[in-house]
């Protein structure tokens, strides 16, 4: 790849808190490198100039939540040759998916004090679920080495190096010890996507499954430990209803016992 | 590393020959610990850090876990008060000493691309020579495995750390409620292969350590360390100490034709129950001091110019592990399972002619959900009748 043609690298945002896309700025030392290697075409965190596509790699953050959203996915899927979500929100939902087990009309109702100017879906979807993505990178928010080896991957022609196994095998790795086991504190660990580094564990708290289910999570099985450990049946509904909630494994590991109207997590 | 005199003499004029005993008394421990940085030694062992009893620098004997236990079952693990201040008076922790032989991620190698071509930089073997101080019985026969696999093996880097290594052993006081070592024939008696085994005893109000020569190494670093010849009564008292751990084992398995059992019955229903409790979250082959599965990964930089081989610990509970052209090969988590555990109780006599599995207990206390691989192989053996004539693992 010569510098004559760089890749365009554009940055898309959805229903999210901009917190994965910013990612990038938080890359510094990697940051002009990523630079020289592509022209990043639309960057409106960092810059308002924009480029039009097609993009070779579209990264897409946020979930989508209205019908304009929705068709806008679409352009940009049309536009970019490789689309990759990042984060909780564009790879499951996010928190926002809370909504898809609760009365969005009364949300608003509540929130607003004009809810009839408010266009809105009845749900928080991945981008997955509106148009084929070629990788999903997982986190509330994104770890960015792992940001930095998908581009690097993609700019390789490569499959990006990003391990689906669990928490557990960071925390061993690094040799923090079992919160779970040592302490008897919850933690959905075992259930949970590595990524993060185990960074909670690490600071003595169980995780919090921000990085979503690893690859054979088994739920059911922890919800009995959780259970013994002395969580009540409502808080392992909650402890499975955050940042992945709509995650098809945590949305089946919440359970049927359902959010009391009008009452989050 | 450090050099060997013909004859080493302790300072009381005692001759320091391999398989000679003598006693330390504890107020001289610190003298021992002084000794070992004096050889030039860094000395690593138990330490109590985050609620648990893990490996790590040692300084000062206060560094130690004076007075500390453990209290382990199946999934748990506390840490308790002991009422006296034994130095060595707890069972295995969550780590293990492959965390400095076999570290968790290593760089392998590093290239460059240059006029046409590519260089590639071996990394330096070099590094600090530990003395791991405490190992137990089981944890020399997991050395003694992964030597097998890694230095029998060729590695460089696994090679030199472990030529380096000065290994204390200490003959276990206490046995967990998880430890097995006594069935599986790997301790708590250390049998060999140490540079120095201590015993640590507490009774007759006289806090001491009988300190056995396993090696030159071993005896070269006594020189300046006060020992006296050991007594009948202190030799009498060490043998107690292991006979009473020994009886005291949280947990026992049964060897009889274990091979032929695991081999055998790769459709036994159990292989499906285990897996609804397991959580393929690798825990246990991670905590597990023989488990040597890794990964190896190319990491380019952005310009592609450069390039590093790392290698990390990975788990046959990753179905990425199993993947062959582009698909796992065990997609189940019965299917999992049943290769951990056949391999490490079984086909590991096929492979290395013993047990891949030393007794610690590990996989037991640390696994999440407290499966336990002695009470599978009981519920197996339970029912033997479910065998298919073919044999064989399966997929």
């Not at chain 1, 490198?33 to 480029?51: K, T």
């Not at chain 1, 949300?107 to 999903?136: K, L, M, N, Q, W």
């Amino acid at each position: 790849m010569t510098a004559a043609a760089r890749p365009k690298l554009g940055i898309f945002k959805f229903a999210s808190c901009d917190g994965c896309q910013l990612t990038l700025l938080d890359c510094e030392d990697e940051l002009l490198p990523v630079a020289d290697r592509v022209e990043i075409a639309d960057f409106r965190e960092a810059s308002s100039a924009v480029l039009d596509g097609p993009y070779d790699l579209a990264l897409v953050e946020g979930s989508i939540t209205t019908p304009g959203d929705a068709e806008r996915i679409q352009a940009i899927r049309a536009n970019a040759r490789h689309l990759v979500t990042i984060g909780a929100c564009a790879t499951a939902g996010g928190i926002q998916a809370l909504r898809n087990f609760a009365d969005v009309r009364e949300y608003t109702r509540v929130v607003y004090a004009r809810p009839e100017y408010i266009r809105t879906v009845a749900t928080s979807t991945a981008i997955g679920d509106h148009v084929p993505v070629d990788f999903e990178l997982r986190g509330c928010p994104i770890q960015k080495g792992q940001l930095l080896e998908v581009i690097t991957a993609f700019l390789g022609h490569r499959t990006p190096n990003v391990p689906t196994e669990s928490v557990c095998v960071e925390c061993k790795r690094r040799g923090t010890v079992c919160v779970l086991v040592a302490r008897g504190t919850p933690c959905l660990g075992p259930v949970t996507q590595a990524g993060c580094g185990a960074l909670c564990p690490s600071f003595d708290r169980g995780c919090y499954g921000c990085f979503g289910p690893q690859d054979s999570p088994n739920a059911p099985s922890l919800r009995g430990k959780l259970l013994e450990l002395g969580m009540d049946p409502p808080a392992v509904h909650r402890i499975y209803r955050t940042f992945n909630a709509n995650a098809p494994s945590f949305r089946a590991a919440a359970g049927a016992t359902d959010v009391p109207a009008g009452g989050g997590p | 590393m450090t050099a060997t005199p013909p004859t080493a003499i302790a300072p009381s004029g005692e001759l320091l020959s391999v398989g000679s005993r003598h006693t330390l008394e504890r107020s001289d421990f610190p003298r021992f610990l002084a000794a070992l940085g004096t050889a030039g030694y860094r000395v690593v062992g138990p330490i109590v850090r985050d609620g648990a009893i893990v490996y790590g620098e040692i300084h000062q004997e206060s560094d130690l876990p004076i007075g500390w236990t453990d209290r382990q079952e199946a999934g748990t693990y506390r840490l308790e008060r002991r009422n006296d201040d034994a130095l060595f008076g707890y069972a295995v922790g969550p780590q293990s000493w492959k965390k400095y032989l076999f570290p968790s991620r290593e760089r392998l190698w590093t290239a460059h691309r240059t006029d046409g071509s590519f260089r590639v930089d071996a990394e330096p073997t070099d590094g600090p020579a530990f003395v791991f101080l405490g190992v137990r019985a089981c944890e020399l026969a997991a050395i003694a495995i992964q030597d097998r696999v890694f230095r029998s093996g060729g590695d460089p880097g696994y090679a030199a750390r472990r030529a380096r290594t000065l290994r204390v052993a200490v003959q276990c006081g206490v046995a967990g409620g998880t430890c097995f070592c006594a069935s599986m024939g790997t301790g708590p008696a250390v049998g060999g292969d140490h540079d120095l085994a201590l015993t640590e005893l507490l009774g007759e109000g006289r806090h001491r350590f009988l300190v056995e020569v396993g090696s030159p190494a071993g005896a070269s670093v006594l020189h300046s360390v006060p020992l006296r010849p050991a007594s009948a009564p202190d030799l009498g008292a060490a043998g107690a100490v292991v006979a009473r751990t020994s009886a005291s084992m949280g947990r026992s398995m049964d060897l009889h034709q274990i091979r032929d059992l695991l081999v055998e019955t790769p459709e036994h229903p159990r292989w499906a129950s285990v897996a609804e409790r397991c959580l393929s979250c690798a825990n246990c082959t991670m905590a597990c001091p023989t488990c040597f599965c890794h990964s190896t990964e190319e990491v380019p930089d952005l310009t592609g110019e450069h390039v590093e081989r790392w290698r990390r610990w990975d788990s046959c509970f990753h179905s990425a592990f199993t993947e062959l052209h582009g698909s796992p090969v065990r997609k189940s988590t019965p299917s999992r399972y049943r290769q951990w555990m056949t391999h490490k109780l079984a086909t590991w006599y096929d492979q290395f002619d013993r047990s891949g599995c030393v007794g610690c207990g590990r996989c037991i206390t640390w696994c999440p959900v407290g499966i336990d691989l002695t009470e599978e192989v009981a519920a197996i053996r339970a029912m033997p009748g479910v065998r298919t004539a073919a044999g064989g693992t399966g997929g």
